[in-house]
């Protein structure tokens, strides 16, 4: 029971994120991705902090915070941000969101081989194939094409290098710290770092109903209530594995799509899905001692 408690998590939280893209679709005419992010960041930060509040969560001893990784971590997501939304831009949203996510459990074992000479296990191995595959079968499906990205597509790769990096210092943070306490100070010191920068983009949309409603989805559900749950994840499996487990973000948001918009499922698009379930199936019947 204590090996589904992870991917249970991680589960969770995928279908929070899922709604991100929608609810971004939703915001009001003006909003841009940096303020978009920024506003994330910093209603889910306070969102925790409220919570940390109320539970006594936070810590008495400030010194035992691991700052190196969780200055890594903070980095990592900046970057990702940054790489991502720009291409997203030059590539295309299916093209930049499938490269960056399908590349992310890669470069998360490769790190953490290189840093930790920690080898994935041949399940993983057997689990990442299918998912990655599903993620592919479910964007052909919706008609996801390559056209014209030549080189840009090292930008969604390095997007997905910053996310797996991202993975792996939160899981060494989480060590010492608890979840909730990790993704206040990781999501609080984002929002502080990217809020000089939105004084460059409009930010009226903010202050109507729509922008809101829209601002409090993305900062309670999104990120105040789905970060600490992936990272509730993390502490009781691995960031490798856990980087897997984040590849069925597509298919809860096709699931989203299918049941709640009635779109069109597809032949690719059912392959995909019954392909990243068995990936999912195949990690959570692995032994722990195999996939740390």
Same mark, same amino acid.
């Not at 470069?107 to 689990?127: G, R």
């Not at 990096?165 to 979840?179: R, S």
């Given at each position: 029971m204590h090996n589904l408690k992870g991917p249970f998590f991680l589960l969770f939280s995928c279908l929070l994120f899922s709604v991100t893209g929608t609810l971004q679709q939703l915001a009001p005419e003006g909003h841009t991705p940096v303020? &978009? @992010?920024?506003? !994330?960041?910093?209603?889910?930060? *306070? @969102? &925790? *902090?409220?919570?940390? *509040?109320? @539970?006594? !969560? *936070?810590?008495?001893?400030?010194s035992a915070v691991p700052w190196k990784p969780m200055l890594i971590a903070v980095a990592s997501v900046l970057l990702y941000q940054l790489l991502f939304f720009y291409s997203v831009a030059e590539v295309g949203v299916a093209v930049g969101s499938v490269v960056a996510i399908a590349t992310t459990p890669l470069w998360a074992a490769a790190v953490a081989f290189l840093l930790f000479k920690k080898k994935p296990s041949k399940f993983w191995v057997f689990a990442t194939a299918l998912a990655i595959a599903g993620v592919f079968l479910i964007n052909f499906g919706g008609g996801f094409q390559f056209q014209n990205v030549d080189w840009k597509l090292l930008l969604p790769v390095a997007a997905g290098l910053c996310y797996g990096v991202e993975i792996i210092a939160v899981g060494k943070v989480v060590e010492k710290l608890n979840p909730e306490t990790t993704m206040l100070l990781e999501m609080g010191l984002v929002a502080v770092l990217l809020l000089p920068v939105t004084f460059f983009f409009p930010t009226e949309w903010i202050f109507t109903t729509r922008g809101i409603l829209v601002s409090l989805g993305l900062g309670v559900v999104t990120a105040g209530i789905a970060y600490p749950c992936f990272t509730y994840g993390i502490k009781y499996t691995s960031p490798v594995v856990a980087s897997t487990l984040a590849l069925t973000e597509p298919l809860m948001a096709a699931a989203l799509g299918i049941f709640f918009l009635h779109e069109n499922l597809s032949i690719p698009m059912s392959l995909g899905m019954l392909s990243l379930m068995a990936s999912v199936i195949v990690l959570i019947f692995d032994k722990p001692s195999q996939s740390s």
């Amino acid at each position: 029971m204590h090996n589904l408690k992870g991917p249970f998590f991680l589960l969770f939280s995928c279908l929070l994120f899922s709604v991100t893209g929608t609810l971004q679709q939703l915001a009001p005419e003006g909003h841009t991705p940096v303020v &978009i @992010t920024d506003v !994330r960041m910093l209603l889910g930060s *306070l @969102t &925790i *902090l409220a919570w940390c *509040l109320f @539970t006594h !969560r *936070l810590p008495s001893n400030w010194s035992a915070v691991p700052w190196k990784p969780m200055l890594i971590a903070v980095a990592s997501v900046l970057l990702y941000q940054l790489l991502f939304f720009y291409s997203v831009a030059e590539v295309g949203v299916a093209v930049g969101s499938v490269v960056a996510i399908a590349t992310t459990p890669l470069w998360a074992a490769a790190v953490a081989f290189l840093l930790f000479k920690k080898k994935p296990s041949k399940f993983w191995v057997f689990a990442t194939a299918l998912a990655i595959a599903g993620v592919f079968l479910i964007n052909f499906g919706g008609g996801f094409q390559f056209q014209n990205v030549d080189w840009k597509l090292l930008l969604p790769v390095a997007a997905g290098l910053c996310y797996g990096v991202e993975i792996i210092a939160v899981g060494k943070v989480v060590e010492k710290l608890n979840p909730e306490t990790t993704m206040l100070l990781e999501m609080g010191l984002v929002a502080v770092l990217l809020l000089p920068v939105t004084f460059f983009f409009p930010t009226e949309w903010i202050f109507t109903t729509r922008g809101i409603l829209v601002s409090l989805g993305l900062g309670v559900v999104t990120a105040g209530i789905a970060y600490p749950c992936f990272t509730y994840g993390i502490k009781y499996t691995s960031p490798v594995v856990a980087s897997t487990l984040a590849l069925t973000e597509p298919l809860m948001a096709a699931a989203l799509g299918i049941f709640f918009l009635h779109e069109n499922l597809s032949i690719p698009m059912s392959l995909g899905m019954l392909s990243l379930m068995a990936s999912v199936i195949v990690l959570i019947f692995d032994k722990p001692s195999q996939s740390s």
